[in-house]
């Protein structure tokens, strides 16, 4: 058991979009519930204080901060996936199966009807289904209420603004001094804010709320990291776990036929936006280094600091420290294997691949992050970060 007083963890949670990838997520955060679960009754003090997500990871992150334990979560998460998992009929060979996702998912999204209206079509689906889906496995009395922030992204698709739907805990708090933004409010969120987020065209429609049309957040960001980042706290004593689902895969085969160069093409224009983050934060800390030690070299030598310059360099000294947990779904699991999605990744809703992709996500995670929870633990590989530094 840890010793009363102890540091507190506080996790940021972010979930990409990544169609069916999502079932990756899903077992993934079965596996940090869990983790949570376990460090609470070994006497560590742990608060998910954010969950952000793009797309199915804001369907997966709605039934997470849409629950009223972490146990509801899990189950929620298991009944949402029950319903966006593809049973075939029996003796389907497997690679139609994969493809059974193209005629339409019950809980998710079937073929337009109004097939003679095809010339206006902006879309190839309705998505209707899944507002019963979210209504089903989410609660959003619960969500709304939460002191866990809760923040999903969506594309303006007239402006081009890249827009954030949060609960009332997902505000970030002002600047010292500031008035809150007024152009950013909490909202009361409900299921037409999940399906914004995850209307990606020209597959699906956009999503009109407000009077406003949005498409999928992820055109813009994939993922939100600055928004998980806001929900930390400043408290220095707290350890700030930032835990990231990346789901693209950095490596693939060469494709062979047009589909899979589309889905390649999707895969790089979607995965490396974490990727690129990292090595802009890298160059930040080196920046942040280097001021602090000027102003030390600067003040040791007898020179004085003029007050506006004091005050600015002060501003970085605040920033808040992250350690950063990436779970990346192409990485070496456990048993030494190495993932290569079939051609059907992001369409491939089969209940095969389905409940693979869980039972990886669950072990890859379990690996990955339990070292984050032991009640002895030193904080290592912190990197600074100013608040939505890494957003669009």
């Known amino acids: 058991m ?10 940021g949670l972010v979930l990409q ?3 069916a990838l999502g079932a990756y997520e899903w077992g993934a955060v079965t596996a ?26 804001a369907i997966n992150a ?5 629950s009223t334990s972490l146990a509801d979560a899990q189950r929620r998460l298991s009944g949402l996936w029950a319903d966006l998992t593809l049973h075939a009929p029996p003796f389907t060979p497997p690679t139609m199966a ?5 005629f339409g998912l019950p809980g998710f999204y079937v073929p337009r009807a109004d097939v003679w209206n095809l010339p206006a079509w902006t879309s190839l689906y309705d998505t209707s289904p899944l507002l019963r889906t979210l209504r089903t496995h989410v609660d959003f009395g619960a969500l709304n209420a939460s002191g866990t922030a809760f923040v999903v992204t969506a594309v303006d698709l007239e402006s081009g603004a890249l827009t954030r739907f949060r609960n009332a805990a997902g505000r970030p708090p002002p600047s010292a001094g500031a008035e809150p933004d007024a152009s950013d409010p909490a909202v009361t969120i409900g299921p037409e804010h999940v399906l ?6 020209p597959q699906f429609p956009w999503t009109e709320i407000g009077g406003r049309r949005y498409w999928d957040g992820g055109l813009v960001d994939n993922t939100p990291l600055g928004d998980a980042i806001d929900a930390l706290s400043a408290d220095p004593a707290t350890i700030r776990l930032l835990v990231v689902m990346n789901l693209y895969p950095l490596r693939a085969r060469v494709p062979a036929n047009m589909g899979a160069v589309l889905d390649r093409v ?14 802009a934060a890298k160059q930040v800390n080196a920046m942040l280094a280097t001021i602090d030690d000027l102003a030390t070299r600067l003040e040791a030598g007898g020179g004085e600091i003029p007050g506006a310059l004091r005050e600015r360099i002060a501003q970085f000294a605040r920033l808040k420290l992250v350690e950063v947990l990436e779970v990346d ?9 190495t993932r290569f999605d079939d051609e059907n990744g992001l369409r491939d809703f089969s209940a095969g691949t389905v409940e693979q992709r869980r039972a990886y996500g669950y072990e890859l995670a379990t690996a990955r992050l339990a070292c984050a929870f032991t009640p002895t633990r030193e904080t290592a590989g912190r990197t600074a970060f100013r608040s939505r530094l890494m957003t669009t």
Do not use: M, W, Y
Request: hydrophobic share 35%.
């Open 62 to 66: 709605a039934c997470v901060v849409g």
């Open 98 to 102: 994969r493809d059974l996702a193209f």
């Open 266 to 279: 999707h895969e790089l224009s979607f995965g490396n936006r974490l990727r690129q983050d990292r090595d």
């Open 32 to 57: 940090l519930l869990d983790l949570i679960a376990k460090a609470r009754s070994d006497g560590l003090a742990v608060e998910l204080r954010g969950v952000t997500g793009v797309s199915v990871g």
């Open 196 to 201: 914004a987020s995850g209307s990606l065209a």
């Open 2 to 11: 840890a010793e009363p007083g102890s540091r507190r963890i506080e996790i």
């Open 329 to 337: 779904f192409q990485d070496r699991g456990p048993s030494g294997e």
């Open 17 to 19: 979009g990544g169609g």
